[in-house]
């Protein structure tokens, strides 16, 4: 089971919200979620934390006067077996894994990408999850759509 969600934000903090089917793991169609009630809980989860990250980098970023106009975070949460799942027995746990891919647009040097992805996990939900799920960060390279 895998759920997955993009979160867009711009410089004035409006925000969509863009969810997979999560019965469909092998699809990229991605719909505009229009009422909460389209996610599934975990796809709640991987909002709010998107969101989250989204509101902590546009804050830092304009008080430190930096061009960031648009993020984008594409987040991935899955139910994954440890590395010795072959020799698994009954009632052993997986682990949780959130994957948080951030599309940063604006005319910023590679410095200014890099502290933000360290500004990141300021976020005060990464903070929670942090203790109990493995977070994975990555910066994506490329364009984000406005």
């Known amino acids: 089971m895998a759920e997955r969600v993009i ?10 919200f863009l969810a997979a089917d999560p019965e ?15 996610l599934t809980p975990y796809g709640m989860l991987l909002s709010s934390l998107a969101s989250c990250t989204a509101l902590v980098l546009h804050t830092f970023a304009q008080h430190h006067n930096l061009a960031l106009e648009n993020v984008e975070l594409h987040m991935t949460y899955d139910r994954v077996f440890r590395d ?15 994957s948080e891919k951030i599309l940063l647009k ?22 929670m999850l942090k203790p109990g799920i493995n977070i994975s960060t990555s910066l994506l390279e490329g364009k984000a759509d406005s």
């Open 7 to 16: 979160v867009i934000q711009d410089s004035q903090f409006r925000t969509r």
């Open 24 to 38: 469909d793991s092998t699809s990229d169609v991605y719909e505009e979620v229009a009422n909460i009630h389209q």
């Open 84 to 98: 010795d799942c072959e020799n698994i027995e009954e009632g052993q746990d997986y682990c949780e894994e959130i």
């Open 106 to 127: 604006g005319d910023l040097s590679r410095g200014e990408r890099d502290k933000l992805l360290l500004i990141a996990h300021r976020c005060p939900i990464y903070e």
